[in-house]
T-cell receptor, first 112, second 114 residues
Framework: AQSVTQPDIHITVSEGASLELRCNYSYGATPYLFWYVQSPGQGLQLLLKYFSGDTLVQGIKGFEAEFKRSQSSFNLRKPSVHWSDAAEYFCAVKTSYDKVIFGPGTSLSVIP | KAGVTQTPRYLIKTRGQQVTLSCSPISGHRSVSWYQQTPGQGLQFLFEYFSETQRNKGNFPGRFSGRQFSNSRSEMNVSTLELGDSALYLC?????????????FGEGSRLTVL
């Protein structure tokens, strides 16, 4: 069955430090992959998406993600974290039945 | 362009009651999906509607139901509420059936069951 895992439940970084959030997926074909962000009390906002082509994709707010088929991974990165990046981050995959399923999420805290 | 609107934003019910939540998608979007978000289970897919037809369904009991109207607005209903139904219910719209999966979320309806 298709699934998404995010190994890190919670990550704390200092403001200005780099960030990498991990995501692994289980899917037979080339997946459609997404990263979403959720601020407290809000819905989810799409950060970036991968469908095909260049495996390094750029998103909003300075985020990027790299698709690695050999590792079944789609890790999210940001070179310099801002305090406003503190939020919950969700990796997601669109399944063959057109459902979008989400990973458990990684909570990011930023130390000023 | 207005975003996805969910009403009500907050509500409190007691066990055994039923609740109806509403979602107005982005104008032009014909697909509406519903998710339940809880701290323990994360985001769980409930169902998806497209052109008034349920296209996908998650693994929830029959107490959870939904529908979509001709203007693409959607409602979900939970009958015989249980304490475990307390959650944030998120609605998301997308423009086309069979699309890339990009979802546009509302801010959610937070249901508390006492």
């Amino acid at each position: 069955a298709q699934s998404v895992t995010q190994p890190d439940i919670h990550i704390t970084v200092s403001e200005g430090a780099s960030l990498e959030l991990r995501c692994n997926y289980s899917y037979g074909a080339t997946p459609y992959l997404f990263w979403y962000v959720q601020s407290p009390g809000q819905g989810l906002q799409l950060l970036l998406k991968y469908f095909s082509g260049d495996t390094l994709v750029q998103g909003i707010k300075g985020f990027e993600a790299e698709f690695k088929r050999s590792q079944s991974s789609f890790n999210l990165r940001k070179p310099s974290v801002h305090w406003s990046d503190a939020a919950e981050y969700f990796c997601a995959v669109k399944t063959s039945y057109d459902k979008v399923i989400f990973g458990p999420g990684t909570s990011l805290s930023v130390i000023p | 362009k207005a975003g996805v609107t969910q009403t009500p934003r907050y509500l409190i019910k007691t066990r055994g009651q039923q609740v109806t939540l509403s979602c107005s998608p982005i104008s032009g979007h014909r697909s509406v999906s519903w998710y339940q978000q809880t701290p323990g289970q994360g985001l769980q897919f409930l169902f998806e509607y497209f052109s008034e037809t349920q296209r996908n369904k998650g693994n929830f009991p029959g107490r959870f139901s939904g529908r979509q109207f001709s203007n693409s607005r959607s409602e979900m209903n939970v009958s015989t509420l249980e304490l475990g139904d307390s959650a944030l219910y998120l609605c998301a719209s997308s423009p086309l059936q069979g699309n890339t999966g990009e979802l546009f979320f509302g801010e959610g309806s937070r249901l508390t069951v006492l």
